[in-house]
Nanobody, 119 residues
Framework: QVQLVESGGGLVQPGGSLRLSCAAS????????MGWYRQAPGKQREFIAT???????KYGDSVKGRFTISRDSAEDTWSLVVNNMEPEDTAVYYC?????????????WGKGTLVTVSS
């Protein structure tokens, strides 16, 4: 099993920046892909980005340009930096991890952290 805990959410002014972090614990050696999703009020959960253990990144079409995902392999953490934030970025942000297929490919979710963009 893998446990995920997000941190870094809160209130941000429009145009500001935010860094979210996700810390993994448990069977972290199983993890092959790490990522972020978000869910705005009244909307479906939306893909933001993923990064692999080989540092290959992928971004959702709606977030390209302002979002950057990175990882710290030594600390079993990964982060999401969001620049030039907009009120439409208000959402609960979830970190995600997926096991390597060798271990079954199971996906894991954090409980989410709320980000509110408002003046």
């Amino acid at each position: 099993q893998v446990q995920l805990v997000e941190s870094g959410g809160g209130l941000v002014q429009p145009g500001g920046s935010l860094r979210l972090s996700c810390a993994a614990s448990g069977s972290v050696f199983r993890i092959a892909v790490m990522g972020w999703y978000r869910q705005a009020p009244g909307k479906q959960r939306e893909f933001i980005a993923t990064i692999t253990m080989g540092d290959i990144t992928k971004y959702g079409d709606s977030v390209k340009g302002r979002f950057t995902i990175s990882r710290d392999s030594a600390e079993d953490t990964w982060s999401l930096v969001v620049n030039n934030m907009e009120p439409e970025d208000t959402a609960v942000y979830y970190c995600y991890a997926e096991e390597d297929g060798y271990y079954g490919g199971k996906g894991y979710w954090g409980k989410g952290t709320l980000v509110t963009v408002s003046s």
